[in-house]
C-alpha cells in the first residue's frame, strides 16, 4: 500500500483509507457480518449469499409501510431550501446516518440481484397461507409518476399519486423494472394466464382494479420508455391506461424492503383493500397454486365489505 493516510468521517466512528483493501477492511470491523448457516456461501465482501438448494418459503409477515400514505409523499424531488440542506449536512445525526446508509451501499454486491435470479428465477418468497388480517396489515406507500392517460388525478406537474388512484378500491397490483420482471407479473395477471381474474374485474367494474406501475431509476432507460408511450397506448387498453403508472424516482431502498420489493429484476404482485393495506403478495413467476390464491384473496376482500 502506498499510503496510510486515513482520512476520518463525520461521526469518527470509523475510518475510510485510501487503499481499497483497507476501506474494505474498516468496513467488516464496523459493520460485523452475521455468522453463515450451514450450507450458505459468501460472495463479494462476504455477503451472505442463498444455498445452491434454496428454496422459497412463504411469506410470513404483512409487509409494508406502518403508517397511511399521503398524497404528495415520496415524489423523489427535493423540497428543502438550500438553508435546509446546509443544515442537515452539518447535522451530526443526520451525518451518522448517512455514513450507515453508504457503508450498507458499499457492502452489497453491484451485481446481488442479478445473481440471486440463478435460484428459483428470482422468487424471493412463495405467496402467503392466507389473507393477512386487516388489524395486522402494513400499508403500501404512495408513490408519484406519469399514467399513460394523462388525464385522471393529474397534478400540476403532470405527474399522478398512487394513493389518489388505490383509496375506495380492491386493487391487483404488478410492479416491475425491465421486460422479464414485467412478462412474470403477466403470469398472475394476463388474460391468457388467468382468465377468471378479468371475470372478476369486469364483473365489478368500479371496485376493482388492475394497477401496474413500470419502475426505471435509469435515466437513459427512463427516456427510451417515454419515446415508446405512443406504441405503449396503442398495445394497452384504454380502460386500464389511466392506472399504467412510468417512474423512475421515489422508490428508495428503505421503502423497497419494507414493502417486500426485494429484488429489483424480478416482477412482485400485491393485493391492496380500499384503505391501501397490502392484504397478500407474491413475486416472480406464479406457482400453480398461486394464481388461485390471488383469485381467491380478491374475492373475499370483495365480500368481506
Given amino acids: 500500500m502506498a499510503s496510510n493516510t486515513v482520512i476520518p468521517t ?3 466512528s470509523w475510518a475510510l483509507y485510501t487503499c481499497r483493501s483497507c476501506r474494505s477492511k474498516a468496513l467488516r470491523q464496523t459493520f460485523p457480518l452475521r455468522q453463515s448457516a450451514p450450507g450458505q456461501r459468501r460472495g463479494i465482501l462476504g455477503i451472505l449469499r442463498p444455498p445452491p438448494d434454496f428454496v422459497p418459503k412463504p411469506l410470513s409477515k404483512p409487509v ?3 403508517e397511511p400514505p399521503r398524497a404528495g409523499e415520496n415524489s423523489g424531488l427535493e423540497e428543502r431550501s438550500w438553508r435546509q440542506r446546509a443544515s442537515d449536512y452539518f447535522d451530526k445525526d443526520n451525518s451518522i446516518e448517512r455514513t ?12 446481488k440481484d442479478t445473481s440471486n435470479l440463478k435460484w428459483q428465477e428470482g422468487k ?8 393477512f388480517k386487516a388489524s395486522r396489515s402494513l400499508y403500501f406507500p404512495n ?13 400540476t406537474d403532470g405527474m399522478t399519486d398512487t394513493t389518489t388512484v ?8 404488478a410492479i416491475f423494472q ?4 414485467q412478462e412474470q407479473t403477466a403470469t398472475f395477471i394476463d388474460e391468457k394466464f388467468n382468465p377468471n381474474l378479468w371475470n372478476i374485474l369486469r364483473g365489478n367494474r368500479g371496485i376493482t382494479q388492475l394497477v401496474q406501475i413500470n419502475f426505471e431509476e435509469k435515466a437513459m432507460r427512463y427516456a427510451v420508455l417515454q419515446m415508446c408511450l405512443p406504441r405503449m397506448r396503442n398495445t394497452i387498453p384504454k380502460d386500464i391506461q ?33 384503505s391501501c393495506r397490502i392484504r397478500w403478495a407474491a413475486s416472480a413467476k406464479a406457482g400453480e397454486d398461486e394464481i388461485e390464491g390471488l383469485n381467491k384473496v380478491v374475492r373475499r376482500l370483495l365480500h368481506s365489505d
Wanted: charged content about 20%; proline content about 4%.
Fill in 10 to 12: 463525520l461521526n469518527n
Fill in 64 to 66: 409494508g409501510l406502518s
Fill in 100 to 111: 450507515q446508509k453508504l457503508a450498507k451501499q458499499y457492502m452489497e454486491p453491484y451485481f
Fill in 124 to 131: 424471493s418468497y412463495l405467496q402467503p397461507k392466507g389473507i
Fill in 143 to 155: 408513490l408519484r409518476g406519469q399514467t399513460l392517460s394523462g388525464q385522471p388525478n393529474e397534478g
Fill in 166 to 173: 388505490l383509496e375506495g378500491r380492491v386493487t391487483i397490483l
Fill in 178 to 181: 425491465g421486460t422479464w420482471a
Fill in 242 to 274: 389511466g392506472s399504467y403508472f412510468l417512474m423512475r424516482k421515489g422508490l428508495t431502498q428503505e421503502i423497497r424492503e419494507s414493502m417486500g420489493y426485494l429484488n429489483s429484476k424480478v416482477g412482485y404482485i400485491f393485493v391492496i383493500d380500499r
